[in-house]
């Protein structure tokens, strides 16, 4: 896949730096996946277009202004460490597998992003409320809404990459959890959607 202009937000110039920053990501997973798996084995020769392309549709729709971010089980660098490269915004990514926080400390070492690796359980994270939190295929909405809750300056906004069963997840968050929904079809992956929540809300239970 060749990174084109189209994947990166108008605030965000796309640059030859840029480009050969996530270059470096790309080889540096290669080389650490053949000992870590930090993605599926067949997943190897279509990096760029079903990891790191995927990733890189959120940048469209992070708001200007925006200068940190939270990324929940980040796992192999997606999203929050690709968006930490392409667009320049503070991460804190938080990883509970001792190994992949390795890799990832060892990343942004390599490629100068500008994150922060957390070795903890989502739950025991100690970092401060973001104004964007983001996830990609963590957990369904009914248990992956607390996680991001907790976590969420007052309003933020969060960006989560969903598979198919999206309509099914929302059903179910939608009685302990009110929010603005807004559904943007996947660019990368069929079936898939990029979902943006706004004013989440933990519903009031009646005694």
Known sequence: MSITGKHFPSHVPMTSDTT??????????????????????????TVWDRHIADSLQLATLIPPGTNRAIDLGTGGGFPGLVLAIATGVAFDLIESDRRKASFLRTAILETAASATVHNCRIEDARVAPAPLITARALAPLPRLLPLAARLLAPGGICLFLKGANLAEELTEAAGDWAMVVDRIPSQTSPGGAVLRLSELRKRETNA
């Open 20 to 45: 050969t920053r996530l270059r470096l990501f790309a080889d540096l997973l290669r080389y650490w996946n053949a000992t870590l798996n930090l993605i599926g084995a067949n997943d190897v020769a």
